[in-house]
């Protein structure tokens, strides 16, 4: 029910109504609303796509779509899923809502520009989208040259320049973070007091504006080469199809980091809260992340260890990638030590956070095998790659992404989610996720290779598996995408601190006012400092 | 309300997001500072496979960047040179105040930047006169079949560079008419500099592209010789 003084209190939802006052809003609380509201369409766009995948997949032979629509499929399951839901995903939805919050700032540094940036996110969007609808693309994500550039008669230069276009919107709002962390903290708020989700997305937006504008001219040469056959990647000219993949993979495998980098601040953010501990190790878990950024960039050649690259250059590409592990492996050490002795509550953000770190330390693990070069050299382009990275990327990111959208739902829209069934959903994705990808990283291992609809008999059960496990996943997906809708109008009014969390997000109202801040917050603590919120209404004990 | 104690009426040089003036301009400095280093490395990808390809054919670059002119490509040069000398003095008369000085330096440097452009559309037009557009109807006066197609490699990266500097220029114009435009208006004579020091440091930036395209494109057979 909604009491009488709620509905008298001035928010950023009440403000002002109508579709203007959204498209023109320069709040970066509701713009944070616009990109989630548009990367959900394109969850669900890939998701579509990848059904239709696995129902392929559930016979040896290709009885559902031709081979031509099946290289579609996964080329614009991984385009939609990729470009234009899991790097805009936790950045720019509760990156974009809580980041100015969590520092204590009423906006970010250019409002205007990230109002700009969803523009950009859009039109790309509805280039690729276009492509899709008109036919299709069937490259691959990747765009490996001289398949898109002579041989691909689909719509690669529509969907390329769509993801050029979605790409100036990753730089703009990662730009837009640096500068508001740097410039835009609340008095006392000094970097080492900065809750760690801020520092995992200043690490990813580091990513995002060094990494992306090398995709942006790699798309500009891929965009000459096809059109204009100026030879770049092209070996009847003297040039080198290999150079793409080297500039494809230089800030792909980064953009890997842009995926999980934010993932797991959101992790460090409810780990501490439920178990009602500083995180252990701050200082370490915080600099892991800058250490991912960093050695993000120097491991891209660990995907070309079968593209004619030298045998000394993948050496030290192998022996550089193992280092990615060590931030990694510190960070799930210290989500693993906060919980010793800490007072833990089962709700479903910890819920999602403890399937993150499970899920995440086996696709770590096996990044490790992949990384090794004898190893990978036998499963390259299986699906054991292709279980590995989605373990990463689904069980991984997405999440931490459901994770954090549970744990920040009562900030943002003033409503409880419903606790049993959004518990019911975690386990739900936790086991669907699982009964998918694991039996792929067997396949893969037995030697499935990836990107093809036909497959040996042998393989049928394990990919029946998969499937099955999908058609869960696929209900636990939909189970949160109801239940949050419905909880708009019907779930519990929120209070302001309902977790009783210590950070600076938790001190507004929910939903938080207009311009966040009644008054100038002033911090006068470290982050996770628990005696500060002793004796606040919680809802879960 | 409360909120309104805390939020203040929005100018030009203080947005609502700030608490002061100084901040504001620090922010967008900041701003410029990353956006640029973005352009360096999206410029990047191109110097990287300009590099790889002039490793592998070092003596048909030499031969192909010879067929470009050199005394024109230079005194281009010291044109852009120029024009960043003209944005300097207008970043001064903005910081200063001046709103004629900043019009008059504005539109020098939007002229300098316009002979930039018309000198370079000079150059491309030679090449095409002259069959050194990568394509079928390319042809460089003795050289063997292989040679023709890696000549046509560093034609190709000629008129992606200077073609992508030369967008990047037409941008700048663009957005120096901005400022001209609003210089008038009188909108930076109260101290309200930030826009002419950034888009300043923009036209700079493209400069210094330049700086380094002319030795890469047109100089790489002087020592041969």
């Known amino acids: ?541 | 309300m409360a909120s309104e104690s805390h939020a203040h009426e929005e100018t030009l040089a203080l947005r609502e997001q700030f608490e002061t003036e100084a901040q504001q301009k620090d922010a967008s400095t900041l701003g410029m500072w990353i956006f640029l280093i973005t352009e360096v490395m999206f410029f990047g990808g191109m110097f990287l496979a300009y590099t790889v390809y002039r490793r592998i054919y070092p003596e048909v670059f030499a031969l192909a960047s010879s067929s470009l002119n050199v005394y024109i490509g230079a005194a281009n040069t010291v044109v852009l040179l120029c024009s960043s000398l003209t944005m300097v003095l207008a970043v001064r008369a903005a910081q200063l105040g001046k709103t004629k000085a900043i019009v008059a330096f504005l539109i020098l440097t939007l002229i300098l930047g316009g002979v930039f452009l018309g000198v370079k559309a000079y150059e491309w037009n030679e090449k095409f006169e002259e069959h050194h557009i990568p394509g079928a109807s390319f042809h460089f006066e003795g050289m063997s079949p292989d040679q023709q197609a890696h000549a046509q490699l560093f034609f190709s990266l000629y008129f992606a560079m200077t073609g992508l500097h030369a967008l990047h220029m037409i941008i700048g114009a663009g957005l120096l008419l901005y400022l001209i435009v609003h210089a008038r208006r009188g909108v930076y004579a109260n101290g309200y500099d930030t826009p002419v020091d950034l888009i300043g440091l923009y036209w700079h930036f493209v400069d210094i592209i330049w700086i380094f395209l002319f030795p890469l494109l047109y100089l790489i057979d002087r020592h041969m010789r």
């Open chain 1, 1 to 541: 029910m909604i009491t009488a003084a709620a509905q008298e209190r001035e928010h950023y939802l009440n403000q002002n109504y109508g579709l203007k006052s959204w498209l023109l809003t320069k709040d970066h609380k509701r713009i944070g609303l616009l990109y989630l509201f548009t990367v959900t369409l394109f969850f669900f766009l890939g998701g579509a796509f990848a059904t239709m995948i696995r129902i392929e997949l559930l016979t040896p032979t290709g009885n559902f779509v031709s081979s031509e629509t099946y290289n579609k499929l996964f080329t614009m399951h991984g385009v939609a899923m990729i470009f234009f839901f899991l790097i805009p995903s936790i950045p720019a939805t509760l990156g974009n809502f809580f980041l100015p919050m969590m520092i204590g700032a009423r906006d970010l540094a250019f409002p205007r520009i990230n109002l700009l940036s969803w523009y950009l996110l859009v039109v790309g969007g509805l280039f690729s989208l276009f492509a899709m609808l008109a036919g299709g693309v069937d490259t691959g994500w990747t765009f490996y040259t001289p398949y898109s550039t002579t041989y691909s008669n689909s719509w690669v230069i529509a969907t390329a320049l769509g993801i050029f276009i979605a790409g100036f919107s990753s730089i703009l709002t990662g730009l837009n973070f640096i500068v508001t962390v740097h410039r835009m903290r609340a008095p006392g708020m000094t970097w080492m007091r900065m809750p760690l989700f801020v520092w995992s997305t200043y690490a990813t937006a580091l990513i995002q504006v060094l990494g992306t504008p090398v995709l942006a001219v790699t798309i500009i040469l891929l965009f000459c080469e096809r059109v204009f056959h100026i030879g770049i990647f092209d070996p009847a000219l003297g040039g080198d199809p290999v150079l793409f993949q080297h500039l494809f993979w230089f800030y792909s495998h980064p953009a890997v980091y842009i995926m999980v980098l934010p993932a797991m601040g959101v992790i460090s953010e409810i780990v501490s809260v439920f178990s009602r501990k500083p995180v252990f190790g701050y200082h370490f878990v915080a600099f892991a992340s800058m250490a991912i950024a960093v050695l993000g960039f120097l491991v891209w050649g660990h995907h070309l260890f079968v593209a004619t690259q030298s045998v000394y250059a993948g050496l030290v590409f192998s022996f550089l990638s193992y280092f990615v592990a060590i931030p990694s492996a510190i960070k799930v050490f210290n989500w693993t030590a906060t919980l010793y002795k800490g007072s833990i509550s089962f709700a479903t953000p910890m819920l999602y956070a403890f399937g993150f770190i499970g899920l995440f330390t086996i696709g770590g693990l096996t990044g490790l095998f992949v990384a090794a070069l004898g190893f990978d050299v036998h499963v390259t382009d299986t699906y054991f790659v292709v279980a590995h990275f989605h373990y990463i990327m689904v069980g991984g990111t997405i999440m931490a992404y459901l994770g954090g959208l549970h744990y920040w739902w009562p900030k943002m829209t003033g409503r409880m989610y419903p606790e049993g069934w959004a518990r019911l959903s975690a386990l739900v994705i936790f086991l669907g996720f699982n009964l998918t990808f694991f039996p792929q990283f067997i396949l893969g291992y037995l030697g499935m290779p990836r990107r093809y609809h036909v497959y040996p008999d042998e393989f049928q059960v394990l990919h029946v598996l998969s499937t099955a496990g999908a058609s869960v996943l696929a209900v636990g997906y939909l189970m949160p995408m109801i239940y949050f809708i419905w909880s708009l109008r019907y779930g519990a009014m929120a209070p302001a601190n309902p977790w009783g969390a210590t950070g600076l997000e938790w001190k507004t109202p929910s939903p938080p006012s207009l311009h966040n801040f009644d008054e100038m917050p002033i911090v006068t603590h470290e982050a996770y400092d628990y005696s500060t919120v002793i004796g606040e209404e919680i809802q879960v004990g």
